[in-house]
Structure formats: structure tokens, C-alpha cells
Nanobody, 118 residues
Framework: QVQLVESGGGLVQPGGSLRLSCAASGSIFSIYVMGWYRQAPGKQRELVATINNGGITYYADSLKGRITVSRDNAKNTVYLQMRSLKPEDTAVYYC????????????WGQGTQVTVSS
């Protein structure tokens, strides 16, 4: 079992920045691919970024250049740095952990709200 707790969301003006954090506990952090997803009102949850234990990253095309995902294995924490935020980035952002060898073993955090508005 893995417990994931997100933090760092909030209200930010267009063009601003936020850094989300996701603290993991309960299992060996390094055996999970960590990811960030988001879900806007009335829309499906979508993948934002992932990072594996080796630091290999994946970014959604729509967000490339404005986000950076990183992880600190010593702190069991994954981060999502977001820049040049737009109103359409408003969503609940979820942290995800997916077992490297068993993708069906997946965990989700409770989500953190990001609102981009003036």
C-alpha cells in the first residue's frame, strides 16, 4: 500500500507559478513510476507528467515547456513545477504511483485544487 498526499495547490494569477508536492509513504518509493494527472470541471482526468526512478520524464504535449516534474527519492516526494499558468490550467491535480512491474498496482492521492484566475 502506498499513501500519497498532495500539497501546494491554491489560487494563482495568470502567468504565475506554483509548485505541487506529493509525499509518498507505505512502500518503497523507488519501485513506482510517479505521475501527475489533472481533472478540470466537466472533463476527463488527463495525464500531465510522469517520472521514473531513473529520472526519465514524460510530459503531455499541451504542457511541455511550462512544467517540470522531479522526484527526491530520499524524501519520497515528487514535485510538479508549473510556470506561465493559464486559466485553462485550473483543475484538481492528482498524484499517482504506478508499480514498475505491475501497472495494475496503482495509487492515487486525494488531489489538490489549482485555480488560475485574476
Amino acid at each position: 500500500q502506498v499513501q500519497l498526499v498532495e500539497s501546494g495547490g491554491g489560487l494563482v494569477q495568470p502567468g504565475g507559478s506554483l509548485r505541487l508536492s506529493c509525499a509518498a509513504s507505505g512502500s518503497i518509493f523507488s519501485i513506482y513510476v510517479m505521475g501527475w494527472y489533472r481533472q478540470a470541471p466537466g472533463k476527463q482526468r488527463e495525464l500531465v507528467a510522469t517520472i521514473n526512478n531513473g529520472g526519465i520524464t514524460y510530459y503531455a504535449d499541451s504542457l511541455k515547456g511550462r512544467i517540470t516534474v522531479s522526484r527526491d527519492n530520499a524524501k519520497n516526494t515528487v514535485y510538479l513545477q508549473m510556470r506561465s499558468l493559464k486559466p485553462e490550467d485550473t483543475a484538481v491535480y492528482y498524484c499517482n504511483a504506478r508499480h514498475v512491474r505491475n501497472p495494475r498496482e496503482t495509487y492515487w492521492g486525494q488531489g489538490t485544487q489549482v485555480t488560475v484566475s485574476s
